[in-house]
Structures are given as structure tokens and as C-alpha cells.
């Protein structure tokens, strides 16, 4: 079957850095996006990696290996607004989006 | 350049009923992706159109069905409500053919009582 695994829940305190694990099983591999959802929010897409190696976006990283079948999200400076849920998302082959269920971000001052 | 709209933002239907959702895509894009979130279940993939054709479906029973107009403008229709159709509707859009850059809605907040 398909599926992506990413940890339930994590928490850091304000000003440090959080990874956020990713792995994937599925039929094809387009690339590993990531996506933040604020509670009542929809999700806003954070980052994609097509290839192997690291992708930054300003305070936000993200990483994959291909080979381990595995990436993750790196937030740096960690603020109270990066409490939030966070997705990584695969596309496969049949151009269905399959996301992974989630990892609750907690910043605590 | 406007964000993703959908219509209606919350709807209470009751078991049985019909429901159409409506979501406009950012101008350009022509990929609609349409996904069920629950609290159990997480975001779960419905179906995907590109230029009015259906590229492919979730494992959702037929009650759930969609369309995608000329415009890239895109309808799901849910027949039959039951109660376990109770769940935020995502509507997403992106550029293109490969695109994994997508862009949501607010999406629909559907109560089935």
C-alpha cells in the first residue's frame, strides 16, 4: 500500500530548531512537498523537493533522499506562529497527492 | 492575482440529501485537486481535473463525483449524505501537468445531521 509516516507530535521551545521526519511508501515518486496548516486554516505549501539534497526557504528547510525513500522539515528560529500541523505529500504516479496525516508543531515560550 | 475561492463556507445538510461545492481555481492554473479532511482521517485525496478530465480517484464511493468546466472552474457533488461525509472540503489548484505546488482553498465545512 501507500503511505507516509511523520511523528504525531513535536515540541521546541521559541528560538530553537525542529525536524520534522518523513517516510514514504508509494507507487511512483514525483517529488515531496510540504505544507503548513494553521488550526482553522487550509494548508499553505512550504516547500518541494524533486531531487536529492537540501531546499532552503528562509527560516524553513527541506530535505530528501530518495534512496532511503525519506525527507524532512527543518524550522529554524522557531516562532510562536510555527504552532501549527504539518504535511509532507507525495505524488505518484497516477497524479494522486497522498499526504501524510500530519505532525502537530508546538512552540512554547 | 486572487487566491483560491470556494462556495459555500459551511453547509447543514441532512442525511440523504445532495451537496455541490464550488471552488475557482487561482487564474491560470487548470489542476484541481479536491480532498476530505477529518480529524481521524487526515487530508484524503478525492479526485484530480486538468483541462475537464478526470486524471484520477481516490478510494471514495461513487456518491462522490466531480467536474471541472472549460474555465478550470470546478464542481464536487456528494449524493446520498451520510453522516460520516461530515468533514472540511479542500479544494487545491496548481499550474499545470506536474505540478506539486498546490494552492488551497478555505475550503467547505459540510455538518450532515
Known amino acids: 500500500g501507500q503511505s507516509l509516516e511523520q511523528p504525531s507530535e513535536v515540541t521546541a521551545v521559541e528560538g530553537a530548531i525542529v525536524q520534522i521526519n518523513c517516510t514514504y511508501q508509494?507507487?511512483?515518486?514525483?517529488?515531496l512537498s510540504w505544507y503548513q496548516q494553521h488550526d482553522g486554516g487550509a494548508p499553505t505549501f512550504l516547500s518541494y523537493n524533486g531531487l536529492d539534497g537540501l531546499e532552503e526557504t528562509g527560516r524553513f528547510s527541506s530535505f530528501l533522499s530518495r534512496s532511503d525513500s525519506y525527507g524532512y522539515l527543518l524550522l529554524q528560529e522557531l516562532q510562536m506562529k510555527d504552532s501549527a500541523s504539518y504535511f509532507c505529500a507525495v505524488r505518484d504516479r497516477g497524479f494522486k497527492t497522498i499526504f501524510g496525516a500530519g505532525t502537530r508543531l508546538f512552540v512554547k515560550a | 492575482k486572487a487566491g483560491v475561492t470556494q462556495t459555500p463556507r459551511y453547509l447543514i445538510k441532512t442525511r440523504g440529501q445532495q451537496v455541490t461545492l464550488s471552488c475557482s481555481p487561482i487564474?491560470?492554473?487548470?489542476?484541481v485537486s479536491w480532498y476530505q479532511q477529518t480529524p481521524g482521517q487526515g487530508l484524503q485525496f478525492l479526485f484530480e481535473y486538468f483541462s475537464e478530465t478526470q486524471r484520477n480517484k481516490g478510494n471514495f464511493p461513487g456518491r462522490f463525483s466531480g467536474r471541472q468546466f472549460s474555465n478550470s472552474r470546478s464542481e464536487m457533488n456528494v449524493s446520498t449524505l451520510e453522516l460520516g461525509d461530515s468533514a472540511l472540503y479542500l479544494c487545491a489548484s496548481s499550474l499545470g501537468d506536474s505540478s506539486n505546488e498546490q494552492y488551497f482553498g478555505p475550503g467547505t465545512r459540510l455538518t450532515v445531521t
Open positions: 508509494t507507487s511512483g515518486f514525483y517529488g
Open positions: 487564474s491560470g492554473h487548470r489542476s
